[in-house]
């Protein structure tokens, strides 16, 4: 019709309107300027002329272009029919809006506040993070197919082809071992590929990645085409780097990766003027040995582990960040907190006893958990699966199976009921659960390592400083002598009392053991060591020592970190996940040390502890190259018997029914992987933005937003299980960051600004519900409901405040600035800590009360919300130091001299139960106010 009546203004504003319900802005504009031009000819050009530059001014304002936004709206106000189509509400708010346009911090403000203010409901529980220094996965690479395969490679059937080459065993992903698998990395494209460990730990995985990447460069020589490009230019062809970035928020997790890295180091040295069994290099080796695995150390190792520690400390000291290895850096402001950690561990001197009695403790917590409801589901599923397996074998099987364990002499059949009676034995079912088992050539020393928690020192040590006790244990063992009761209590002596054995000091953070002494971590190493094998090497079962087992590992390990070394980069950073995230999201690479975008992401399980996978796809998706090989990946270690599959998992987190749907509202594309069996792997979207025909309605949209709002505001109950527990602790930050991802999806931003502007009305009319007892609400409620937003309109605009600077779109209603807000800090006395007896983890929330409000009426916060316009506000972006009993919160002085002014109370809750958890506090004007900016 355009075409064919091209001077008519209506078929010019009705394409406008069309335009701007798709979001295209800009051309919605252009419509409206042609329309602006013919209006004359209209027969009621006002009225016309009013609409299309109401239009235009929303238009502007979503594009931040504010300065012609104030000019066509002081146009608009001009015209006498612009009250037809345009509130009088909705001309003072954008009045409000275009008045604050310029008004945020800077950059470097922002940054500021991303680091200051809580993106975490704060726990119930120490504020200061547990230090693990063991970890619990398998030790797998981040690198799947790193180098290109060549065409003549094809031709010829490829290096891993070969006879002489053993194919790496990657069992749950086949397709990334493809030659033609969008997995694969191609390091041709940029000259370096990019690697983020985020909760590094024991930096098993990064262990793993460099011993792949040595495997892969003796395999397969570097791309020709990387080698032309470079030889064509200034820059030397062994320039290109594999960057890996690792990030971890306590301290003491760097300080011990960068103890390890200075003994492999120290080892690769020694491997070059010493015999691979010579003293030298069996003293390194063991060093490492209990450095990573031992509770206990015998005084000699340990002796030579704090002069390694001294080493390190003094390197650090003298030179700062400066005098790490050329490929290694770190930022010069992390590493006071480092020297502090070495600086401790060369004078610490922890209790035996004290050791021995949490080891007790750790003890019975894992009996317990073995009886718990979900270990016990999971040892009857494996109990099932075994039995059918047992069922499905052939007689000639089950006897073979009889003669290679040695059994008696009986039928096939009497075999089999033998084997499915054991299954119905609980320890035996939970032996094959742990399927990470040294193999039984180490039993010795694992019955050594059960009666007395220290494991066996290598022969020639044993020798060497005069431990005879460990090789007359052995020898008795292992002759099926009667073990002497004289040898095994001396030997448990000598290891618990004397000056011969020292605690381990890397396995202990100096913040969390003043705080809450002593601890144990709880883990055999004799069935960890498989672990840190991971898939890359085959794993010497037969070995009947465990530094046997892990001699061969760590020459590996420092052989090829001293082939790799001018191809990689270790950058190492103490930071928290999306603090990272969100640095990294809103400066360029040359503004910061580190990569923004990177081709694997490896997240450990901490979405265990961080709001599951809504805070994945939030905060780490979208620093994913926009490539089909980048991924990052996540383990659940917490409550996997919880959910029946992956679906389920992500519902939980995300309120999305399928796993496609995080597609269309977050852009994240799922790739592979199962809860219980491996890895599941995450990557972007394949386009970006969505299509719109794949996009959300707006009604769905505005329901999803609704419901996802009223579960981050008021977490959902879970049936009482104190085995399985669940985190939610993602504040309304977290919420405004969906609406930021929305738009970078697709969405039009003012389908967004209409959901924010219902919500900051106090009031909104929707089929979501509130969560309620273990139920999600999938489905919405027959007909819409009235809920009051007001207690959650604190936290909602200061998020936000904060977010607005660097919001892709306006808004066209006014957003205070961040500056108009002050952290105020209050004590509340009579705080008492309540017992974990549910799923969830507890988390810390403010209730602000009007004198009008019945403190009793908070567990039924949920249900008022629906019925009345509540004088209350649920605050969750706090800070809480149990302590002292002081909350510090954000809020603007007009709303807080307001409160004070009408003596609102205020009471700590934890929002697991809806419950107050100390004395009712009056707000009174003596607060301690700290400025935020």
Known sequence: ALSLRPHDPVFASNASAVLYELGRYMECIEKVDMAIINISNNNNPSLLHAKVLSRKVKCLTVL????????????????????????QNEIQQLQEALSHEREGPSLSCLSSLFQTLPRYRPPSAPSNFEYHAVGHDKASSALSGLIEVTKEEQEDGGASDSDDVAPRQDPGYHDSLDKDSPLRLNISENNSISILFAGIGDARHLFATIIDLAQQMEQTPPPPSLLSSLSSSTTSSSTWKVHCTMIDIVPSVFARDLLLFHIIDKLGVALDHHAQGSLEVVMIVSVLLYLYLGEL????????????IAELEECLRL?????????MSMRESDLPAILDVLAYWKVAKYSKKSLFKAI??????????RKSTGIRDMMDNRRAEMIATINSLTDEEILDMNKKTGGRNITAAEHRADLIAMMYDDDAVHNILRSNSAGDATIIEKEIFKQTHAITPPLLLRKEYGDDDFTLLIDMINERRET?????????????????????????????????????????????CADLYGILLPFPRKENSLYKQLDILFITLAESYKSVKAHIHLEWAVAELTQFCLLQLQHNDSEVGEKKHFDRVYLSNIPDYTGGALCVFLYVTPLLKSLPSSFTSFNVLLNTTKWSDYTSHIYEYTLLPTLDLSRRIFGARYIC???????????LAPTLPIPRHDLFSVDALTSYLMRLFLFLTLPVDQVPNQHSRINYPLNMLSFVATLHRLVAVGYPPHWISSVLAQLLSG???TRARPPMLDNKNLDLAPTPTAICTLPFLPDLELALSVYKPILSFGLPFPILPISSYTKYSITIPGYFSLPFFITQIPVMALYFM????????????RYRIQTARLRVYLTSIIEWDEPSQTACFWMTKKRHASMLAERWSVVVVRLDLYAPVSMETTLVAKARIVKLL
């Open 319 to 327: 030179g700062g960040a400066g005098s790490l290895p050329p490929h």
């Open 360 to 369: 007790k403790q750790g003890e019975l917590h894992s009996e317990q958990m």
């Open 673 to 683: 992987g199962h809860l219980m069996t491996d890895e599941p792997r995450w990557g």
């Open 297 to 308: 150390i015998p005084c000699y190792i340990y002796d030579r582990l704090l002069v390694y």
């Open 484 to 528: 002497d009761p004289t040898v095994a209590q001396r030997l448990k002596k000598t290891i618990r009392q004397s000056e011969r054995w020292l605690v381990n000091p890397t396995f202990h953070d100096k913040a969390w053991t003043q705080k809450n002494g002593l601890r144990a971590l709880f883990h055999d190493p004799y069935n960890l």
């Open 64 to 87: 931040k272009r504010y300065k012609e936004a104030k000019d066509s709206f002081m146009y608009l106000l001009s015209i006498p029919d612009h009250k037809t189509v345009i509130t």
């Open 850 to 861: 009007h004198p009008d409000e019945d403190p009793r009426h908070l567990s039924k916060l």
């Open 763 to 765: 009031s909104i009319s």
